[in-house]
């Protein structure tokens, strides 16, 4: 069972940046569909962003889109999250997760060995 560890929260001021790191155990996870989400208080979990396992497909969600960019790098079995200009309303606990063997499509991704999450704070 693959197993993800997020890294590289923290604290910053609204205008920064920060690099998010979600390293995964377990074979062929070049095969795998990634993806970020993250959870504010009080709030359901959303989606941030994914890559395809294979080929230039990400997606984005319209709230992050122009300041968060999604990359892997299948050698270290480890996605990143580079997020510039960050505000307050990003604030909330960041997951990685994995989605579903061979699948390119967003809609075909089943979501699943999770990280413990990693804490975001954006302070105005």
């Known amino acids: 069972q693959a197993q993800a560890v997020e890294s590289g929260g923290g604290l910053v001021q609204a205008g920064a940046s920060l690099r998010l790191s979600c390293a995964v155990s377990?074979?062929?996870?070049?095969?795998?569909?990634m993806g970020w989400f993250r959870q504010a208080p009080g709030k359901e979990r959303e989606f941030v962003a994914a890559?395809?396992?294979?080929?230039?497909?990400?997606y984005y969600a319209d709230s992050v889109k122009g300041r968060f960019t999604i990359s892997r790098d299948n050698a270290k079995n480890t996605v990143y999250l580079q997020m510039t200009n960050l505000k307050p309303e990003d604030t909330a606990v960041y997951y990685c997760?994995?989605?579903?063997?061979?699948?390119?499509?967003?809609?075909?991704?089943?979501?699943?060995?999770w990280g413990q999450g990693t804490q975001v704070t954006v302070s105005s």
């Open positions: 997760a994995r989605g579903s063997y061979l699948q390119q499509e967003l809609t075909s991704q089943s979501w699943g060995s």
């Open positions: 377990g074979r062929f996870f070049d095969s795998y569909t």
């Open positions: 890559i395809g396992w294979s080929g230039p497909t990400i």
